[in-house]
């Protein structure tokens, strides 16, 4: 039979392997800085620039699979639940977009 030191070292290597364990994590994290923000005040208002280069480092983290750490930087920081159109972004930091057919 099992000893519960087996179980739990199981347990947490299949949390850790579906990804559960890291997102409890972040959630509570995420639910850390809720409670210690004041209530009685409200957040700063995100300048157009800081809301830009937050969703340029929402976009990088989550395109290299950091979505528990940027669901705690969409919370701590304000940011927009649903991301800016890449588009807009485009547009918006006078940059380019290179197809993928490209090479230099």
């Given at each position: ?8 070292a199981v347990l947490k290597d299949t949390l ?38 937050n969703e340029l480092i929402r976009e990088y ?36 977009e290179e197809s993928k057919d490209n090479t230099?």
């Amino acid at each position: 039979m099992a000893t519960v030191a087996e179980l739990k070292a199981v347990l947490k290597d299949t949390l850790e392997k579906k990804g559960v364990l890291g997102h409890l994590k972040a959630r509570i994290r995420a639910e850390v800085f809720s409670a210690l923000d004041d209530d009685h005040e409200s957040p700063p208002s995100l300048s157009h620039e800081n809301l830009l280069i937050n969703e340029l480092i929402r976009e990088y983290l989550e395109f290299n699979k950091y979505k528990y750490t940027a669901s705690v930087l969409i919370a701590e920081a304000g940011q927009p639940v649903v991301p800016l159109d890449r588009q807009f972004l485009i547009h918006e930091l006078n940059a380019f977009e290179e197809s993928k057919d490209n090479t230099m």
